[in-house]
């Protein structure tokens, strides 16, 4: 019998080559993230495996599994360990080997494969480790899934069967290039950058968009698992301030930045300017909606209050659900309502058909910019931007909280904000016309500039988000207000960035 897990265990130890050890809060609402080596071990992530096995036999789902892994020192090890728990289970395992997150999501299509399990720690920092699980294609795990997860793994509840099978898909790689790049090619050749921090993203971003007709300019596309000059992550502004500089250096026309595990994309436009994925999700939902009047659209609360506002999107008929963030929750949202495509500010963009399969996938999010491109050949990047109604808006902003504690410190904020609310107590001189609680709380004033606090789903930390259609002084205001708030909270801790 496989042992219980142990949520902590020392390094460097008889007990920690031997037991398995996971760190309950690694178990997120809609993935998994841990330390490695310090919040889970080898033995912990084969326990996992076996969990992701157990829970694929209760819920009826025939014994097949994709797996692949991201471009860490430590990742290929990882998976191999997941991969005996899946085959301790008794699952079929089909290892598409170094790959991008939604590579693994794709091959549960090409391949016929109805579950999949990526090891990936996507943006964050050297040290995470973490899985991507479905298994309900294009689906990944939402919080359902994830709690019967949790209780299998730290209870030990395995079920073991024999019949469990390896096979590694050689050449997996060019099936996807084949996929995305077996269609017309882009009328004109647009010069691009595309910024990959040294991810995995390098090694199939340049390829695949050259094939459609692109000029690529490459920026730390070489695989470099040390993430040398910054951390591949499209909200991060060190990132974005590369793929900047690059831009005005080279006169490329729009610059693509891809995060660590390839399901993102961000956006820099000719003239430099950093544009935040949700104003990017306007400008294609303005593209899309033409050529599908009508359109409905999913966005987090996180995003632009523009999808709501903007009068091209109302013209155009187009209707949009402002939903959870979080890309398990976004994904499962567009399946329900059958929308086209569902943007989160994060840079998730989860096309549906005609465009995509429902699943996020930073490639094909980089395609619908340059095919917008290609259909505005009058209009530049910068043009399309300054289309939109104007409005400041913030970085996606992340001060410290502890993993055991963050969601109390939300649920005191909404509190806080409600009883403000409701004995008509201003925040930065404005009265408060709406409270938006489906995730955290979103502040409105009457001017129509919000702020926004949530717990992260897979850091330990919050997450502020503010923006203003009126000034950018009021953008500052709100962002001090909220932040106020929030330090009568001592468990918060300082910023990753800010204003």
Known sequence: MFPKPESALKPNTYAFESRPMVKPTGFREYDARWLFEKEINLMGMQALGMGIGTLMHERGIRPDIVVGHDFRSYSASIK?????????AGINVHDIGLALSPMAYFAQFALDVPAVAMITASHNDN??????????RPLTFGPDEMGRLKQIVLSAAFTTKSGGSYRFVDGFPDVYFRDLT??????????????????TAGAFAPRILEALGAEVIPLDTELDYTFPRYNPNPEDMKMLH???????????????????????????DN???EIFADKVGVMLARDISSLHPGSKFVVDVKSTGLFNTDPVLQANGATTDYFKTGHSYIKRRVTELGAIVGFEKSGHYFFNAPIGRGYDDGLVSAIAILDMLDRNPDKTMADLRRDLPKTWGSPTMSPHCDDEIKYDVVDRVVARFKAMKDVGETIAGHSITDLITVNGVRVVTDDGTWGLVRASSNKP?????????????????????VDALL??????GEYNQTL
């Not at 191999?80 to 301790?88: F, R, Y």
């Not at 077996?182 to 991810?199: E, M, Q, S, T, W």
């Not at 009126?470 to 500052?476: G, K, T, W, Y």
């Not at 330090?487 to 918060?492: H, K, S, T, Y």
């Open 80 to 88: 191999m360990a997941v991969v005996n728990g899946l085959m301790a």
């Open 461 to 481: 930390e919050l997450v502020v988000v503010v923006e203003s259609p009126a000034s950018e002084e009021r953008l500052h205001a709100m962002f001090k207000a």
């Open 271 to 273: 003239e430099g300017e």
């Open 127 to 136: 040290g995470w480790t973490g899985v991507k699980m479905g298994i309900d």
């Open 182 to 199: 077996d269609r017309p090619k882009l009328a004109r050749p647009i010069k691009i950058v595309a910024a990959c921090g040294n991810g």
């Open 242 to 268: 590369a793929l900047r500089d690059k831009v005005l250096e080279t006169g490329a026309e729009v610059g693509l930045g891809f995060d660590g595990d390839g399901d993102r994309c961000g956006v820099v």
């Open 487 to 492: 330090r009568e909270n001592p468990e918060v």
